[in-house]
């Protein structure tokens, strides 16, 4: 079974401060792609970044990151310096090659707002 | 501009009543979905269709019908059926038939209650 577990439900941070965001999840395909959607108050999701199973390396862009370990079938999102304009709901999505193919599985999203 | 346009952005529906919402991409993607997202819930798959005149069910998708006529477009009917309908429903898109390694594109979503 797919599964995507984001267990903040909400943050709040002061604005400038780092901020990590968690993703836990849980598959039986060997390969798969995992995803970061941004919801902003105007409702449309915005993709942030979408990363292969075979692919274990960090990213970065810009304030971005991201931390992809296998081992512990996470995939978390930090911001740093965070700003105004980041507060939305950030979704991580998981999406498999064997099983769910056609689905991208959402977890229920954490509520980031940053504070002025 | 390209993109995703949804309409109306909001919408009522009276007890017994279908209703359409519109999805119109001019991104030349093969493939179209529909998603409903509950408050505090993540996204759910209503429809989803990989071709023109082809679509398939998603996990939701008892109480909606849809049709995929033209490329470009992906209506999806909320019918009476549907006994719980108010919610946020988005259309996305992406490009090819693979499915689950292309990012998908949203609209901004249209919003339906119950009158």
Not at chain 2, 31 to 51: C, F, H, K, T
């Amino acid at each position: 079974a797919q599964k995507v577990t984001q267990a903040q439900t909400e943050i709040s941070v002061v604005e400038k401060e780092d901020v990590t965001l968690d993703c836990v999840y849980e598959t039986r395909d060997t390969t798969y792609y995992l995803f970061w959607y941004k919801q902003p108050p105007s409702g449309e999701l915005v993709f942030l970044i979408r990363r292969n199973s075979f692919d274990e390396q960090n990213e970065i862009s810009g304030r971005y990151s991201w931390n992809f370990q296998k081992s512990t079938s996470s995939f978390n999102f930090t911001i740093t310096a965070s700003q105004v304009v980041d507060s939305a709901v950030y979704f991580c999505a998981l999406s498999g090659i064997q099983t769910g193919a056609n689905n991208l599985f959402f977890g229920t999203g954490t509520r980031l707002t940053v504070i002025p | 501009d390209g993109g995703i346009t949804q309409s109306p952005k909001y919408l009522f529906r009276k007890e017994g009543q279908n209703v359409t919402l519109s999805c119109e991409q001019n991104l030349n993607h093969d493939a179209m979905y529909w998603y409903r997202q509950d408050p505090g819930q993540g996204l759910r798959l209503i429809y989803y269709s990989q071709i023109v005149n082809d679509f398939q069910k998603g996990d939701i998708a008892e109480g909606y019908s849809v049709s995929r006529e033209k490329k470009e477009s992906f209506p999806l009917t909320v019918t009476s059926a549907q006994k719980n309908p108010t919610a946020f429903y988005l259309c996305a898109s992406s490009i090819g038939r693979q499915l689950s390694n292309q990012p998908q594109h949203f609209g901004d979503g249209t919003r339906l209650s119950i009158l």
